[in-house]
């Protein structure tokens, strides 16, 4: 077995696999939104973002939680499509934007997601948030926990349609990671927001997202919201090439302005940005040397894909680094997480991906182990 040098130590922890340029710049834009955010729904990063943490009035963009909540009962089995809600009459009363529900009528669960998600429906949302919860009040407190479980943490609900409250309020942060986990998560049921006219008890409406009736190219979703207070805003997704990204923004003040800046920012997104591709699963991106391994050194590698989103001017500066600890103490077992790979690039979020063991690595038998021990004596080390 070979003795471990002391350089390995030292260095074992950082790196550097490619260089940094400081000279390169991010990429500018601006937008008249009051806050708006773009992600790249591979790897969350953002790609633009305009006030993205400040509060908002969401208005029906909240019906995305809404449905998340649906949509989770719906998976594990304990809601079906078919079943049928009875309208209440404070659904019926509802104002608003409506899928015109008659009180005492059952309406099948799709029938009430489809009501919601194309035609904005309260009516369908209030159904939906009081067999679920038994009331509206209650299923806005199951909003809330879910919205800690994913990581929300400039939103609180009061109600299951967005409708105007003080403290009813999100960030386009927020939107912005539940529309990327509806979609990720329920790949199934995220069809319906690709829907772009529905047609209830004999009464046609269409989807109000502007650039899924205008054809913009890859968008298949996902939601619009205004109120007097709130302005208009719109959630949405769109993928070309391989490649999705999300897109929120807020506080517009008509409705053709709220076509046309979403639509700037979604061709800005997909036009200046690039995804690379820097290693496929299972890849080794670093050896870390073992101590007291059967091995000298185990590969490190992520599980998943790992690509970065940048500009053509980010690109230069990109810089990657796999932090670790070194040596790793034997035995290695495949899939334990030994590190970090960090990505940095100007005008980005640095990214940061676990990095784990590729292959399992036996400790060393006693006179292994006995040489890496007097390695460690004559070499020194803390």
């Given amino acids: 077995m070979k003795a471990h040098r002391p350089w390995a130590w030292l260095l074992g922890g950082l790196l550097a696999l490619l260089a940094s340029v400081s000279f390169a710049r991010a990429v500018t834009f601006d937008t008249a939104a009051r806050a708006a955010i773009l992600v790249d729904f591979r790897t969350g990063q953002v790609l633009f973002a305009k006030n993205p943490d400040a509060r908002i009035y969401p208005a029906s963009m909240s019906k995305l939680m809404t449905a998340y909540i649906v949509f989770e009962r719906l998976a594990e089995g304990s809601l079906r499509l078919e079943d049928e809600l009875p309208v209440s009459e404070k659904a019926w009363r509802m104002g608003g934007s409506q899928m015109f529900l008659e009180v005492g009528e059952r309406v099948k669960v799709e029938d009430l997601l489809r009501g919601m998600i194309v035609q904005s429906g309260n009516d369908a949302a209030v159904v939906l948030a009081e067999a679920l919860a038994g009331s509206e009040r209650a299923f806005a407190e199951l909003m809330n926990r879910k919205a800690k479980e994913l990581g929300l943490t400039g939103s609180h609900f009061v109600n299951a349609t967005g409708l105007h409250d003080p403290e009813h309020y999100m960030t386009v942060r927020d939107l912005a990671t539940l529309a990327r986990a509806i979609i990720r998560r329920f790949p199934d049921y995220y069809r319906y927001y690709s829907e772009k006219e529905y047609t209830y008890n004999g009464i046609r409406q269409f989807n109000r997202n502007p650039l899924l009736r205008k054809g913009v190219p890859g968008v298949d979703g996902m939601k619009t919201g205004h109120t007097q207070e709130a302005g208009y805003g719109l959630v949405a997704s769109a993928e070309r090439d391989g490649r999705r990204l999300i897109l929120v923004v807020a506080g517009l003040e008509t409705a053709r302005q709220r076509a046309i800046e979403a639509e700037r920012l979604l061709e800005f997104g997909f036009r200046e940005f690039k995804e690379y591709r820097l290693f496929q699963p299972g890849e080794t991106v670093v050896e870390a040397e073992v101590w007291m391994g059967a091995a000298d050194t185990v590969p490190l590698a992520s599980e998943e894909?790992?690509?970065?989103?940048?500009?053509?001017?980010?690109?230069?500066?990109?810089?990657?680094?796999?932090?670790?600890?070194?040596?790793?103490?034997?035995?290695?077992?495949?899939?334990?997480?030994?590190?970090?790979?960090?990505?940095?690039?100007?005008?980005?979020?640095?990214?940061?991906?676990?990095?784990?063991?590729?292959?399992?690595?036996?400790?060393?038998?006693?006179?292994?182990?006995?040489?890496?021990?007097?390695?460690?004596?004559?070499?020194?080390?803390?």
């Fill in 305 to 382: 894909v790992v690509a970065v989103t940048l500009s053509r001017s980010a690109r230069e500066g990109l810089e990657i680094r796999a932090r670790f600890r070194s040596p790793v103490p034997a035995p290695v077992r495949r899939g334990e997480r030994l590190g970090t790979l960090v990505i940095t690039a100007p005008g980005i979020e640095p990214l940061e991906l676990p990095l784990v063991a590729a292959r399992d690595v036996e400790r060393a038998g006693v006179a292994g182990r006995v040489v890496d021990a007097l390695a460690w004596l004559l070499w020194g080390g803390t």
